[in-house]
């Protein structure tokens, strides 16, 4: 069974720093592309930043050079650091995984950006 586990989430300033976790289980996590996805309160949720199997990084526009995406496949996990964070970063993050064409989500992590 695919079980993804976010954490990490909180409450910060603008321009303060935060980083969030996704520990998976019950795949073999370097294989398959992952992804961090955001919504805010009476929002869609907004992909935010993937990696693939082979370490290709990409981000939305709106995280560019504020976020960094990154595996630590020793501890089967992948993480989200985010920098000069803006209120409108506001949102419930998710993890997300894609194994053998089934989409798998975490239950989510707040992050709260005061302004």
């Known amino acids: 069974q695919v079980q993804l586990v976010e954490s990490g989430g909180g409450l910060v300033q603008s321009g303060g720093s935060l980083s969030v976790s996704c520990a998976a289980s019950?795949?073999?996590?370097?294989?398959?592309?992952m992804a961090w996805y955001r919504q805010a309160p009476g929002k869609e949720r907004e992909w935010v930043a993937g990696?693939?199997?082979?370490?290709?990084?990409n981000y939305a526009d709106s995280v560019k050079g504020r976020f960094t995406i990154y595996r630590e496949n020793a501890e089967n996990t992948v993480y989200l650091q985010m920098n000069s964070l803006k209120p409108e970063d506001t949102a419930v993050y998710y993890c997300y995984a894609q194994v053998r064409f089934n989409d798998y989500w975490g239950q989510g992590t707040q992050v709260t950006v005061s302004s």
């Open positions: 019950g795949l073999a996590f370097s294989n398959y592309p």
């Open positions: 990696i693939t199997f082979g370490n290709f990084k």
